[in-house]
């Protein structure tokens, strides 16, 4: 079993919709998670970032981690077109910028206008 | 803008040959980490390198070896190529105390 299990897609949805976005994961340590959004030839960038289990909003993205079912999602409102990329879930134990993250596959979203 | 920046973008190499990757860190940052991501997966950790030592590994065979410099840019080399190498390349660079900024990459293909 991988450390980290994320839904490869494709994800295809209209313009407006609501978008939601799932990892799992089996190791119990992990206490930061992230979500990275990735464009086509393009480096992962941070969208967001919590800390042990509970919400998280940043205008139209919401994350969610429950620590007791080892699940984390991201919700998207009101999705544009340029929300399409891939979308990579990452963990780690600590948060300094000295700890290796450990991502998902990552989940190909595609928003259509 | 003061971004990690990845040189080259792109590169073609033939099995059993030898790739030098380079990385330049964020203004500000002292830690370079790399990251392997071949298509359809996420990144996968490579090593991590600070004060010119590698302080942390994955799990990459010895074939992958890396540096880092006195003005914290760090190269990263591959030897005697595999085909499974194809992969896109990330360098992030962080501080202890923050999160990572990540460069966009350099695509290498093993033909």
């Known amino acids: 079993q991988k450390e980290v299990e994320q839904d490869p897609g494709p994800l295809s949805v209209p313009e407006g919709a609501i978008v939601s976005l799932n990892c799992t994961y089996s190791?119990?340590?992990?206490?930061?998670f992230m979500w990275y959004r990735q464009y086509s030839r393009k480096g992962p960038e941070l969208l967001m970032y919590t800390y042990s289990s509970g919400n998280k909003e940043d205008g139209r993205f919401t994350a969610q981690v429950d620590k007791s079912s080892k699940y984390i999602s991201l919700f998207i409102r009101d999705s544009q077109p340029s929300d399409s990329a891939t979308y990579l879930c990452?963990?780690?134990?600590?948060?300094?910028?000295?700890?290796?993250?450990?991502f998902g596959k990552g989940t190909r979203l595609s928003v259509i206008a | 803008d003061a971004g990690v920046t990845q040189s080259p973008t792109h590169l073609i190499k033939t099995r059993g040959q030898q790739v030098t990757l380079r990385c330049s860190p964020k203004s500000g940052h002292d830690t370079v980490s790399w990251y392997q991501q071949a298509l359809g997966q996420g990144p996968q950790f490579i090593f991590q390198?600070?004060?010119?030592?590698?302080?942390q590994r994955g799990n990459f065979p010895d074939r992958f070896s890396g540096h880092q410099f006195p003005n914290y840019s760090s190269e990263l080399n591959v030897n005697a190529l595999l085909l499974g190498d194809s992969a896109l390349y990330l360098c992030?660079?962080?501080?202890?105390?923050?999160?990572?900024?990540f460069g966009s990459g350099t695509r290498l293909t093993v033909v």
């Open positions: 992030a660079s962080s501080l202890s105390s923050d999160g990572y900024t």
């Open positions: 190791n119990s340590a992990f206490q930061y």
């Open positions: 390198y600070y004060e010119e030592e590698e302080r």
């Open positions: 990452a963990m780690s134990a600590r948060q300094s910028g000295n700890t290796p993250l450990v």
